[in-house]
């Protein structure tokens, strides 16, 4: 077991991509504290965990809330006597994200509290006990491939991409405690919150057929990277952003291109 007996706080664990991340650490031995606004939620994931044999703890945290944040980490320390990990997975993708011109700034503001203040409140509060604990930790801060690609939608793209410089930043500062910071990308998953977004699954393959891997993500896609952050084998890893996309930020297969490319290689060599 790869994080035997590391405990692993996961906010927004309580459906999604969290959600595997928590039982995906909890069958690699970690003891895993879910968090996020609905009780019921993590409470199931709890259970499926406690099922597998697994030890976990649901917590009902708003990540916009200073006393909430404060509250987890004590309810973690008091459960485990310790922190070793933090996924920091909560965040929100708005609808009618409306773009620069015609952007309302409380919705704005209210992105930036949850997936940029809601990420550094909760780093902020386990940092602290990591440094007292004096055995170093490991921060996994989880973006998007909006980190890199901007996607027309104004308060969004722009978190993405502090996530990016607050991880960076952490990392540097946080080093002399053995904190390592690291960020995990995610590509367009299938999840409740893109299905919506998109009008379905189907419509998500649709939409990114065109990768170089032809299909959209998985919750899955990106639970090896978490486990391995959360691992002793990225004990040496600190300011890194590994993205799991399909291909997309770097390798976009605009449609109609394998016809030009195959052309091209039909043509006689010109060297």
């Given at each position: 077991?790869?994080?035997?007996d ?7 664990g309580g459906?999604g991509?969290?959600?595997?991340y928590?039982l ?8 895993v ?5 609905r009780l019921?939620r ?6 499926e ?5 697994g030890?976990a ?5 708003d ?5 909430d944040v404060?509250?987890?980490v004590q ?9 070793d990990?933090l996924?920091n997975?909560?965040?929100i993708y708005p609808s009618g ?13 209210y992105v ?5 203040d ?7 509060a386990?940092?602290r006990v990591?440094?007292?604990q004096g ?18 939608s104004?308060?969004?793209t722009?978190v993405e991409g502090?996530i990016?410089?607050?991880t960076?930043g ?5 080093s002399p ?5 690291n ?5 367009s998953?299938?999840?409740?919150a893109q ?8 419509a ?7 990768l170089?891997?032809?299909r959209?993500?998985k919750t ?9 952050f ?5 004990e040496?890893v600190t300011?890194?952003?590994v ?7 770097y390798?976009?297969?605009?449609g109609?291109v394998?016809n ?12």
């Amino acid at each position: 077991m790869r994080c035997k007996d590391k405990v692993v706080i996961i906010t927004g664990g309580g459906s999604g991509a969290g959600k595997a991340y928590a039982l995906a650490l909890a069958k690699e031995g970690a003891k895993v504290v879910v968090a996020g606004r609905r009780l019921s939620r993590l409470e199931r994931t709890v259970q499926e965990i406690e099922a597998d044999g697994g030890e976990a703890l649901a917590v009902a945290a708003d990540v916009t809330v200073r006393e909430d944040v404060d509250r987890l980490v004590q309810a973690t320390v008091e459960r485990f006597g310790r922190i070793d990990c933090l996924v920091n997975n909560a965040a929100i993708y708005p609808s009618g994200d409306s773009g620069v011109l015609n952007q309302n700034e409380d919705k704005w503001m209210y992105v930036f509290d949850v997936s940029i203040d809601g990420k550094y409140r909760c780093a902020q509060a386990v940092a602290r006990v990591m440094a007292k604990q004096g055995t170093g930790g490991s921060i996994i801060n989880i973006g998007s491939v909006a980190t890199i690609l901007g996607f027309g939608s104004g308060a969004y793209t722009n978190v993405e991409g502090t996530i990016l410089g607050m991880t960076r930043g952490m990392a540097l500062e946080l080093s002399p405690y053995k904190i390592r910071v690291n960020e995990v990308g995610m590509g367009s998953t299938h999840t409740e919150a893109q299905a919506e977004l998109y009008g379905g699954d189907d419509a998500i393959e649709t939409t990114w057929a065109d990768l170089p891997l032809s299909r959209g993500g998985k919750t899955d896609d990106t639970v090896p990277l978490v486990i391995y952050f959360c691992s002793d084998e990225s004990e040496y890893v600190t300011g890194e952003s590994v993205t799991a996309d399909g291909g997309c930020v770097y390798t976009f297969w605009p449609g109609g291109v394998d016809n030009v490319l195959a052309a091209y290689r039909a043509k006689p060599s010109s060297i």
